[in-house]
Each structure stands twice: as C-alpha cells, then as structure tokens.
C-alpha cells in the first residue's frame, strides 16, 4: 500500500509558472513509476506526464504543448511536474499515480493521491 500525497497547488494568474510535487508516505515513491492527470471542471480525467522508475521513459500529453516538464529526485522521494505558461484552461485538480511502468492510461496505475487543486485565473 502506497500513499501519495500532491503538494504546490493554488491559485496562479494566467501566464505564470507553478510546480507541483508528488510524494508517499512511506517514502517509497522511488520504487515505482509515476503518472501525472488532471480533471478539470465538467471534465474527463487527463493524462498529463509520466515518469519511469529511475526517470527515463518520460511521456508528456501533446495538448499541453510542451508547456510541462516532469522530473524526480529518487533521492528526496519526490516527483514533480513544473508548468509554465498558466492558461485558464489548465484549471484543475491534479493527480500523481505510483505504478509499474511509465504510461498515458490511467488504468496502468496501482495507487492515486487526492489531488491538489490549480486555478488559473487573473
């Protein structure tokens, strides 16, 4: 059992940069791959980025048009995602997922956090 917790969320105006960073309770988010989504208001559940095991097999979701990075520091027990560029349209709750393999299906994940919120708004 894995018990993921996001942080960084908050309200940003458009334009602007915000990280979020995804970590387990028990210290051991270094042992599995890890997903990024986002469900925005009246939306689906999207794939954002992933990330594999010791940060290779990196995928990132075309429609964020390259406005994403995301990174991990094994050391730390951390995964973060950094964006950029806020729109509107990023508003959202974002999730991290811990699983076996870096993928874009939210299905191929084993463990999911609560989310943290993200507004963009002026």
């Known amino acids: 059992q894995v018990h993921l917790v996001e942080s960084g969320g908050g309200q940003v105006q458009p334009g602007h940069s915000l990280t979020l960073s995804c970590a387990a309770a028990e210290n051991t988010l270094s042992n599995y791959a890890v997903g990024w989504f986002r469900q925005g208001p009246g939306q689906e559940r999207e794939f954002v980025a992933s990330?594999?095991?010791?940060?290779?097999?990196?995928y990132y979701s075309t429609a964020l048009g390259g406005r994403v990075a995301i990174s991990r520091d094994n050391a730390k027990n951390t995964v973060s995602l950094q964006m950029e560029r806020l729109r509107p349209g990023d508003t959202a709750v974002y999730f991290c997922?811990?699983?076996?393999?870096?993928?874009?299906?939210?299905?191929?994940?084993?463990?999911w956090g609560q989310g943290t919120q993200v507004t963009v708004s002026s």
């Open positions: 990330i594999g095991r010791t940060g290779g097999s990196t």
């Open positions: 997922a811990a699983g076996e393999q870096s993928a874009y299906n939210e299905k191929q994940y084993d463990f």
